[in-house]
């Protein structure tokens, strides 16, 4: 069994999608971040970062139970563990790595700092201009790679666009506007219509 300790942000998402696509059974143990449950020792026990996601899994390597964080890497072990959502080719495999590496180091700090920003009771329009332009950025390098291949790895549907879809598909958080990036709006449009998908954003809404 796998436990999914998570809430319905982008990035609590993107273990319910890939664990549905992979069509594993798990359990979700929502997390009250208003609540600040993602700080308490039990769950630090989980992520020392003291952010969702993270899971258990009962069955983890040698038998023994084993905790991940960071979804990226839950993403990479969930794929590794069940040969799913990871290319078969060994090219598209490094451009899903560095697709997913995109999402964790850039789209997911910079679509949330916009978002704060955004939303903080002081105006900072510098910090405003400064987030949304990279938020937009950004988005602009995935629509150039979505003009030219329909997954974000190449040919096939990987991690790497579960990562992404996450901030994707509520791009206006960050003040991004998908009606300027064509490609990307197709590839959101897509991804929302995966049965996989669908089930889990329910299973997390
Ligand atoms: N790089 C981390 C980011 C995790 C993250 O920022 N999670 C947010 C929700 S989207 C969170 O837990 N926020 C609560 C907090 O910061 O206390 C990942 O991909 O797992």
Sequence with gaps: M???YTASTPNGVKVPIALEEL???YRVVRINLGAQEQKRPDFLRLNP??????IVDTDGP????LSVFESGAILWYL???YHGLMPPNAVERIRALEYTFFQVGGVGPMFGQAG???RHNEPMPLAITRYQAESNRLTAVLEARLKTTPWLAGESYSVADIMNFAWLRSPQYAGVEL?????VQEWVDRMAARPAVIRGLQAIA
Excluded: Q
């Design 2 to 4: 796998i436990d999914v």
């Design 23 to 25: 069509g594993l059974h």
């Design 49 to 54: 970062n003291g952010r969702i996601p993270a």
């Design 62 to 65: 040698g038998g023994e139970s």
């Design 79 to 81: 794929a590794e563990k």
């Design 116 to 118: 704060w920003f955004m």
């Design 179 to 183: 009606s300027e990036y064509p490609a």
